[in-house]
């Protein structure tokens, strides 16, 4: 293993103040599970890691009907997938939550550091997208709440700047008349990452779809929006016909590259059928 | 740099001298010279390196011995409840032939504990659900799959 220095934070101040003046190759440390990866791969060059988890008041999980659920940066991806309110409002979220990696994985994974790594395949982001989240970004001179879709510029890259430290996330409450689903596509069921991952966020007012979101993860530089296509959706039935429709726009919308789990070619095509699939099971919250 | 830990370790306190950069895997075979934690993989995909977190399944390749302060950690070397006694895992793993070069097992007998007891019942679907994380290159599954029902059966039989 490639020696690093271990460094623990006891505030965000302290946190932010060390990735400052420990230089270039200081990252904090959350789960550690694509940090240590990274390192143990020799992907990423590491001189010190900062250790969040001592930090107080990042652990909280709230929810009340207006503003919705908050989680702090420390909150596993394992605690949220058993969490009733979860299950029960955002089956979109748990169906990530419920694909990323192992048991043992999501004991350990953040969903914060899920964003940070800011993989355009990671799981929990085109949900999050979807719904509309926010994150709240922690600066020592300046704090900022942005919505998680502007947070991503590349792939590994977000709109971080040195010091800043992500404290937790905001998902928009769900209503009664809102239908949500997530659709991760792999060559296995388990233990795989997405190949193409879509996620479908809906309301609908008197058999009409007054708004819609469709996050499309692992077909482009970043998760992306298909505006098109959900401007094509908007103020319809989501008639079959043109659900259709706006599924072929999505292919059009995306741009996915081809590397060793997938081609573009059947990216997009898997863009097509799942846009179509998450609709309709979106839907099913009506039935 | 070197730091002691303190922890507990299958109901024992244990202090380790520890550098920081290594991983309680490491230190549990090397520092502590338990060696019944596997590594298959050193970077989460295998499972074979599960142990339990303050009672909660992790891979101790992915997490820093320095993580372990003050914490609970239960390794293979501490599912046996005596000296002359297997828990009941154990028991039906000889049993049904559930293992088979080994490798595994340890990380797998952990992972089982803690699905029966969260779940002393649990349907096939919900031990392929829970294992998913462990892999195993010999057995193709099944027999694991037939030693922990069997475990399972054991177990609730002996709590009636
Ligand atoms: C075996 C295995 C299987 C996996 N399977 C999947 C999968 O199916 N789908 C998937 O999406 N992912 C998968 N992952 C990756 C997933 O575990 C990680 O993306 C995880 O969610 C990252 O969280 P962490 O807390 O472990 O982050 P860490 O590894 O601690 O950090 C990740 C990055 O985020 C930064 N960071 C962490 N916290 C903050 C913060 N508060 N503010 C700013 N930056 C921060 C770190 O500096 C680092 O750059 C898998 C990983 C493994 C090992
Ligand atoms: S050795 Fe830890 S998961 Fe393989
Ligand atoms: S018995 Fe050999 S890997 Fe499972």
């Not at chain 1, 302290?14 to 230089?23: H, N, P, V, W």
């Not at chain 2, 050193?42 to 914490?71: F, K, S």
């Amino acid at each position: 293993m490639r020696r690093f220095e271990y460094h623990r934070a006891e505030t965000l101040e302290e946190a932010s103040r060390l990735l400052t003046d420990l230089g270039d190759d200081s990252f904090l440390f959350a789960g550690g599970t694509d940090l240590l990866v990274e390192i143990r791969e020799r992907l990423r060059r590491v001189r010190n890691v900062i250790d969040v988890k001592q930090i107080p008041g990042l652990s909280d999980i709230t929810y009340d009907e207006t503003r919705g659920l908050t989680f702090g940066a420390l909150v596993t991806v394992g605690r949220l997938e058993r969490l009733p309110l979860v299950r029960q409002r955002y089956p979109n979220l748990r169906a990530a939550f419920a694909s990323l990696g192992s048991i043992q994985v999501r004991n350990r994974a953040t969903v914060v550091g899920n964003i940070c790594r800011a993989s355009p395949s990671a799981d929990t982001i085109p949900p999050l997208i979807a719904d509309g989240a926010f994150v709240h970004i922690y600066s020592r001179t300046n704090m900022r709440v942005i919505p998680l879709a502007e947070f991503f510029t590349g792939p590994g890259k977000s709109v971080l700047a040195k010091g800043e430290i992500v404290t937790g996330i905001t998902v928009p409450p769900a209503g009664d008349n809102t239908g949500k689903a997530y659709i991760k596509h792999g060559r296995r069921k388990a233990m795989e990452l997405s190949t193409v991952g879509v996620a479908v966020s809906l309301t609908m007012e008197d058999g009409v779809c007054n708004d819609i979101r469709i996050a499309l993860g692992a077909v482009g530089a970043t998760v992306l929006r298909a505006p098109e296509a959900e401007a094509m959706l908007r103020g319809t039935t989501l008639d079959a016909v043109t659900v259709k429709s706006a599924a072929d726009k999505a292919m059009e919308e995306c741009t996915p590259i081809s590397n060793v789990r997938a081609s573009a070619d059947y990216r997009r095509d898997m863009v097509g059928v799942l846009t179509g699939r998450a609709i309709k099971q979106a839907l099913e919250a009506f039935a | 740099m070197k730091r002691i830990v303190e922890l507990t370790i299958n109901g024992e306190p244990r202090d380790m001298a520890v550098e920081t950069c290594r991983s309680l895997l490491d230190a549990l075979r090397d520092d502590v010279g338990l060696t019944g934690t596997k590594k298959g993989c050193d970077v989460g995909d295998c499972g074979a390196c599960t142990v339990l977190v303050d009672g909660e399944p992790v891979n101790a390749c992915l997490m820093l011995a320095v993580e372990a302060e003050g914490r609970s950690v239960e390794t293979i070397e501490g599912l046996q409840p005596g000296v002359d006694t297997l828990h009941p895992l154990q028991d039906a793993f000889m049993r049904h032939g559930a293992s088979q070069c080994g490798f595994c097992t340890p990380g797998i007998l952990m992972m089982a504990k803690k699905l029966l007891d969260d779940n002393p019942r649990p349907t096939d679907e919900d031990i392929r659900f829970g294992l998913s994380g462990n892999i195993c290159r010999c057995t193709g599954y099944t027999k694991i799959f037939d030693a922990i029902k069997s475990a399972a059966r054991e177990m609730e039989a002996a709590r009636s």
